[in-house]
C-alpha cells in the first residue's frame, strides 16, 4: 500500500524536551509539507519541502526544525523553543510543487501532548 | 494571500444533496479552488478542484460562478460517512502564496439518518 505514515500516533513529553515526529512516505512524492492544527481550527503551514536537501518556512515556524536527507522521509523537530507544542501534528505529501500538483495526500498524525 | 468564507455548519439528511457554499470575493485570475474535507481525528483528504469550469468527480462536484468569487462544493447524495469538515482553499499560482494550502475554519457537516 502506497501512502504516509506518521509515528507515533500519540506522544507525550515533559516541557523543556526536544521531540521528533517521524513522517515517512513511499508515494514518490517530492514535494512533503508539516502542519499543526489546534481545537476547532484549521491547519496552519509550519514548513514545506519542494526537493530533497531543500526545505522552506511556513507561517508558523518558530520553534520547529526539520530536515529532508531523503525523498522519502520528512522529520520534524519540536524544540523547546516552541510556546505552545502541544497540537495535532499533520505531515503531507505531493508529486511535486505547484498548483498543477493539486492534491497533497496526509498522514494519519501525532497528537502530541506537552506537559 | 486570498481568504475563502465559509459557513460555521451545515446539516443534512443521509441521501439528500449538499451544497457547501465558499466566497471568495478576493479571488485572483491564478488561484485554484481546492476543497478537502477532514474527519474527526483524521489528516484531511482531497476532494476536489477548479479554476474556472464546473468540475466533477466520483467523490462531488465543484460549481464555479462566473465571476469566481464564490463556488458551491455538490454532495449528490449524502451518506453518514460525509459527515466531516470540509474546507474550500485558494491555492495560489504566483507571489508568496505559490503552491501554498491556507487552511481557514471550514463548514462543520452532519449528516443525519
Known amino acids: 500500500d502506497g501512502g504516509i505514515t506518521q509515528s507515533p500516533k500519540y506522544l507525550f513529553r515533559k516541557e523543556g524536551q526536544n521531540v521528533t515526529l517521524s513522517c515517512e512516505q513511499n508515494?514518490?512524492?517530492?514535494?512533503m509539507y508539516w502542519y499543526r492544527q489546534d481545537p476547532g481550527q484549521g491547519l496552519r503551514l509550519i514548513y514545506y519541502?519542494?526537493?530533497?536537501?531543500?526545505?522552506q518556512k511556513g507561517d508558523i515556524a518558530e520553534g520547529y526544525s526539520v530536515s529532508r536527507e531523503k525523498k522519502e522521509s520528512f522529520p520534524l523537530t519540536v524544540t523547546s523553543a516552541q510556546k505552545n507544542p502541544t497540537a495535532f501534528y499533520l505531515c503531507a505529501s505531493s508529486i511535486g510543487w505547484g498548483p498543477s500538483s493539486y492534491e497533497q495526500y496526509f498522514g494519519p498524525g501525532t497528537r502530541l501532548t506537552v506537559t | 494571500d486570498a481568504k475563502t468564507t465559509q459557513p460555521n455548519s451545515m446539516e443534512s439528511n443521509e441521501e439528500e444533496p449538499v451544497h457547501l457554499p465558499c466566497n471568495h470575493s478576493t479571488i485572483s485570475g491564478t488561484d485554484y479552488i481546492h476543497w478537502y474535507r477532514q474527519l474527526p481525528s483524521q489528516g484531511p483528504e482531497y476532494v476536489i478542484h477548479?479554476?474556472?469550469s464546473n468540475v466533477n468527480n466520483r467523490m462531488a462536484s465543484l460549481a464555479i460562478a462566473e465571476d469566481r468569487k464564490s463556488s458551491t462544493l455538490i454532495l449528490h447524495r449524502a451518506t453518514l460517512r460525509d459527515a466531516a469538515v470540509y474546507y474550500c482553499?485558494?491555492?495560489?499560482?504566483?507571489?508568496?502564496?505559490?503552491?501554498?494550502?491556507?487552511f481557514g475554519q471550514g463548514t462543520i457537516l452532519t449528516v443525519h439518518p
Open positions: 519541502s519542494q526537493i530533497v536537501n531543500d526545505f
Open positions: 482553499i485558494l491555492r495560489g499560482a504566483g507571489g508568496t502564496s505559490y503552491g501554498k494550502l491556507t
Open positions: 477548479g479554476l474556472t
Open positions: 508515494l514518490n512524492h517530492d514535494a
